[in-house]
């Protein structure tokens, strides 16, 4: 991005001396005598001799005039035009030394070009009528310090984003009033602000007049002044900052692609004669390995000894001078540039290498991998801190929807007995007024009337859907429990008296799905599991299904799982087709067959659809809603899918609002994030809780609380959520304030037993190293197999390696070979370089020490950039994120909000 095209904003911050000054300056200053007047016509023509004499002394007067806009005009040229204007500019910016405080805030108000509103071109915060004279008086008489602040912009920038006329700027001033108060350590109470807005020709402007009416409040440093000059570039180029950081975001996926084939170069480059080994890095890496060898204190930069220092600062120069790291340094450096023009208003200092402090790690990782070379070592975590873990599909509940229509018809039980089970006329129309169909519009009232009249009829088809409508309308509410209980008992007495072989399986199932989600009873797989299994319904095997997909009761198994949902959908169950179409989606328990799955997705999306118009069943618009944001049987449409979602979520589907949840977090849609989260706290969905425990912990779209974060996450975990005992497991091992050891090792063994490859991996480490546990290559081995057999290419990596080099186990270079070429296609790139040095492998520990370090400093290149995986005021300042929610709740938000941006 080149510089001119980035917006900027001038912020100017001095204080009026309580001194008086002739008032010749002041009318000077006003109407602008002593200025070389010209005519429009002759703006066009060089500048005279005398501007340029005026415009020397100025300078010599105010050297910070060099930074303003008008500046930066006059030098590209030299008009006479430009040359007024930059005089114009110095004069009006430094009216504070030669004005009286009363003289200021009468020329602000009242000079050429200032927009009035009304009588003069004051304003301040919203409801205050300004008496002009006697706010002169007022600010002439304070006791205290007087702040005066300048804000300008270019006349293209303040054309396009709406601050050319007063208005703009007066809504911008009282919407940041409180942030201008922290800035200048005044208690908003006692902030007192009156501004002006100036139409200058080149550079609209505003001056500003701030103090706190408790005279001894105040204090403006230079930090203060960044402060006060960020928030206003914030809020005036936030749709500027968007297409700044989306272009960033791209860049930055251009940088890691490039990145990555950079790393991939050096591997290949790596083993040759005339590289890094005959270099000056190698050399003082061996320097500073003998400089510390009797070194006991810690191992970081800042306490080692001097000459250590230096050889460590000797390093980062030369790794500076490699071309792909300077290469990448130097596209670092651009694209942080244009964020930094955009909140400073001036050219970012190029530093070395060396002092960008957000390198500083580069010298500890120095540290830790020279003290860690031994030519006889062997390490086998090169890529361990760049595993990703993927994002989860949802833990979906509740989404089998039984069809009325396929019920046959005036089939009912002994109206004799205690209970009825009865598809009546009114529980029909019921159901279709509590949903609404394409030919009955919904009316809940309406439905619940009919559901009572069942209810006293005894029908628990009546009780199980009252149950649900008043459930949705109060969670609490207690007549809900009880009429689901109703239901339940009412099901069991039937099963135990009507032998009708239809209602005997559709009963089974019914009461098997109370125990399932304990709907007036409490949760019971084992019943759940024992009803279901008595049933041939194709509901009931889909329970079943999901019951040995999550090993709920049974013992886990994807492949009785799949047969279970296919047995559904050859029955017609659209919602085992889903299943079936994921299945092979995915190729788990069945190979990977892309044409199958979506042959499913379809007729899925197809029933859905039809079933639909018959009844606005809220788990049939979730399943549309997710089927329409994956793009699953469908063509992908994100707004279909909301709109899907949002008809689910009137009806409390769980699934519905952790969805959407997950769809207004993936798109920093910010207004709706505290509704997001909200949905996220209430949920008790596993998966639902370790999204939440991720923002708490990652702090990027709520304000970080890792306490909150081991919360979620331990409540996920507690559901047997694999990913979120992993997560866990890696506060409890690397989180100095949690560090609980055998905490962290016994969540990954539980994540382990449940199949989670990243889980298996860091124990396969752990054991390798004995870091924690006893080391154990055996019970590595068996962990990274586990992993392997899951086609995971770090996994394959680390047992080639471990089998080549023949450290910790019997060499055996055809099993390394094996494993290697396995991670290999998969385009790891260490497994790529172990293949070509397969028989010159005596120099690699020191040459695979060298590639960690570089993949290192291409990992900080990346992650500095801001990306979108960050809220995008994030990656340019960390506590920016903090100051808005503050804004908001000054703006009288509660605490509690999380939302970044009310827009």
């Not at 204007?85 to 405080?101: G, H, P, R, W």
């Not at 009461?511 to 279901?532: L, M, R, S, V, W």
Request: hydrophobic share 30%; aromatic share 12%.
């Amino acid at each position: 991005m080149r510089s001119d095209s980035i917006p900027k904003i001038i912020v100017k911050t001095k204080y009026l001396k309580n001194q008086r000054h002739k008032e010749y300056y002041l009318n000077y200053i006003a109407t602008r005598d002593g200025v070389e007047k010209f005519q429009m016509s002759h703006g066009d023509k060089p500048v005279t001799k005398k501007q340029q004499e005026l415009i020397e002394n100025l300078l010599k007067d105010y050297p910070d005039s060099k930074t303003i806009f008008e500046y930066e005009d006059y030098i590209n040229e030299p008009t006479r035009r430009n040359a007024s204007e930059f005089i114009s500019a110095v004069m009006d910016q430094n009216l504070t030394d030669i004005a009286t405080k009363e003289n200021y805030v009468d020329y602000i108000a009242n000079r050429p070009r200032v927009e009035r509103l009304g009588e003069h071109g004051l304003f301040s915060d919203s409801g205050k009528k300004i008496d002009l004279s006697q706010v002169v008086q007022e600010v002439g008489k304070h006791e205290g310090t007087v702040w005066t602040h300048i804000i300008s912009l270019k006349r293209e920038d303040a054309s396009r984003l709406g601050y050319d006329h007063a208005q703009g700027w007066v809504d911008l001033c009282r919407a940041k009033r409180n942030e201008l108060a922290e800035a200048m350590r005044i208690d908003s109470n006692n902030l007192q602000w009156y501004a002006a807005f100036h139409n200058e020709g080149h550079h609209p402007h505003i001056h500003m007049v701030v103090y706190s009416k408790e005279p001894r409040q105040g204090f403006v440093t230079n930090q203060g002044i960044k402060k006060i000059r960020k928030m206003f570039a914030s809020e005036i180029f936030h749709q500027d900052l968007m297409n700044i950081y989306k272009n960033q975001t791209e860049a930055r996926d251009e940088l890691k692609n490039y990145s990555q084939k950079t790393v991939q170069e050096l591997l290949k480059e790596i083993g040759q004669k005339d590289h890094l080994e005959n270099g000056i890095i190698i050399e003082k890496f061996l320097a500073l390995k003998e400089s510390l060898k009797d070194y006991q204190g810690r191992l970081m930069f800042a306490y080692i000894p001097k000459e250590s220092k230096q050889l460590v600062n000797d390093i980062v120069r030369e790794l500076e001078k490699e071309e792909h790291v300077q290469k990448l340094y130097e596209q670092w450096n651009l694209y942080r540039q244009s964020v930094f023009e955009t909140y400073n208003g001036s050219l970012q200092e190029q530093l070395p290498l060396l002092e960008q402090k957000e390198f500083k790690s580069i010298k500890n990782m120095i540290l830790k991998e020279v003290m860690n070379y031994d030519v006889n070592a062997v390490t086998y975590d090169e890529q361990l801190p760049s595993l990703q873990v993927p994002e989860l599909d949802i833990v979906v509940e509740d989404v089998e929807s039984e069809k009325v229509d396929d019920i046959p018809q005036n089939l009912t039980t002994n109206l004799s007995a205690r209970y009825r089970l009865e598809w009546s006329k009114n529980y029909k129309m019921a159901c279709k007024l509590f949903y609404g169909s394409d030919d009955v519009q919904q009316d809940i009232e309406q439905a619940k009337s009919l559901l009572k009249e069942e209810c006293d009829q005894h029908n628990i088809l009546g009780y199980e859907l009252l149950a649900k409508v008043l459930e949705i309308e109060n969670k609490e509410n207690p007549e809900s429990y009880d009429l689901y209980k109703e239901a339940l008992q009412g099901s069991l007495e039937i099963l135990s008296t009507d032998k009708n072989d239809f209602i005997q399986s559709y009963l089974q199932y019914k009461t098997g799905k109370f125990y399932y989600y304990g709907k007036g009873c409490e949760q019971d797989y084992e019943k759940a599991y024992h009803h279901f299994s008595q049933s041939d319904s194709e509901y009931a095997m889909y329970c079943l299904g999901r019951m040995y997909q999550r090993g709920y009761y049974v013992e886990q198994s994807d492949k009785t799982a799949f047969e279970y949902f296919d047995k559904s959908a050859t029955k017609g169950n659209a919602f085992a087709n889903y299943e079936v179409g994921t299945y092979y989606d995915r190729g788990t328990a069945v190979p990977k067959d892309e044409k199958q799955a979506n042959l499913n997705y379809e007729i899925a999306y197809r029933k859905f659809e039809g079933m639909l118009k018959n009844s606005e069943d809220d788990n049939l618009l979730y399943r549309l809603g997710e089927m329409n944001y994956y793009g699953k049987g469908v063509e992908k449409d994100t707004e279909s899918a909301k709109k899907y979602l949002e008809k689910a979520i009137s009806f409390d589907n769980k699934n519905a609002k952790y969805l959407l949840a997950t769809i207004y977090l993936k798109e920093y849609d910010y207004a709706n994030i505290p509704q997001a989260i909200k949905w996220l706290e209430e949920s008790e969905n596993p998966q639902a809780l370790y999204l939440l425990g991720k923002e708490y912990l990652k702090g990027i779209l709520v304000e970080q609380d890792k306490k909150k974060a081991v919360h979620y996450l331990t409540l996920s975990a507690e559901q047997k959520n694999s990913y979120a005992m992993y997560a866990l497991a890696k506060v409890f091992l690397n989180d100095i304030n949690y560090m609980d050891p055998d905490k962290g090792i016994s969540y990954l063994q539980n994540a382990s037993s449940l199949g989670n490859e990243y889980a298996q991996i860091m124990l396969g480490n752990i054991y390798l190293k004995g870091e924690h546990v006893e080391k154990n290559v055996d019970a590595a081995i068996s962990y990274l197999q586990m992993a392997s057999d899951k086609n995971n290419s770090f996994a394959q990596y680390m047992l080639g390696k471990l089998f080549l080099f023949g450290k910790e186990v019997e060499q055996d270079k055809e099993k390394a070979k094996s494993y290697l070429e396995q991670a290999a296609i998969q385009g790891n790139t260490y497994a790529m370089y172990l293949l070509e040095h397969m028989d010159d492998y005596h120099h690699q520990p020191l040459v695979l020490m060298t590639t960690r370090l570089l993949h290192h400093i291409s990992r900080i290149f990346t992650k500095t950039v801001p990306d979108n995986s960050k809220s995008p005021l994030a990656g340019v300042d960390k506590k920016l994120a903090k100051k808005i929610k503050e804004k908001k709740i000054a703006q009288g938000h509660n605490a509690k909000d999380h939302e970044i941006n009310m827009r």
